[in-house]
Nanobody, 126 residues
Framework: QGQLVESGGGLVQAGGSLRLSCAAS????????MGWFRQAPGKEREFVAG????????YYADSVKGRFTISRDNAKNTVYLQMNSLKPEDTAVYYC???????????????????WGQGTQVTVSS
């Protein structure tokens, strides 16, 4: 079974930037895509960004388009989420997730993903 470990969260002022990392280990050859989700207190988990390995195509929630960028370092088995122009409403616990299905089409759906990291807190102050 694979493992994902997120890092890079913290406290930042509105307008600032953070870069989250998600390091994958154990069976990484079976990963066909990864995603970032977030969950704010009292709210449901929501899709933030995703990437498919075979095509390199990236996907973003409308709320983060133009501000967040998902990228991948193959050599390090690590996925990043660069977050710029942060807003207080970006405050949440951020989770990365791995998909072991080559043919997944619902990139923004949490149930698509097979295993998850423990999450990292991002707090944006106004």
């Amino acid at each position: 079974q694979g493992q994902l470990v997120e890092s890079g969260g913290g406290l930042v002022q509105a307008g600032g930037s953070l870069r989250l990392s998600c390091a994958a280990s154990g069976g990484t050859y079976r990963i066909y895509g990864m995603g970032w989700f977030r969950q704010a207190p009292g709210k449901e988990r929501e899709f933030v960004a995703g990437m498919r390995w075979s095509s390199g195509r990236t996907y973003y929630a409308d709320s983060v388009k133009g501000r967040f960028t998902i990228s991948r370092d193959n050599a390090k088995n690590t996925v990043y989420l660069q977050m710029n122009s942060l807003k207080p409403e970006d405050t949440a616990v951020y989770y990365c997730a791995a998909d072991r299905n080559l043919n997944s089409v619902r990139v923004s759906t949490a149930s698509t993903y097979d295993y998850w990291g423990q999450g990292t807190q991002v707090t944006v102050s106004s």
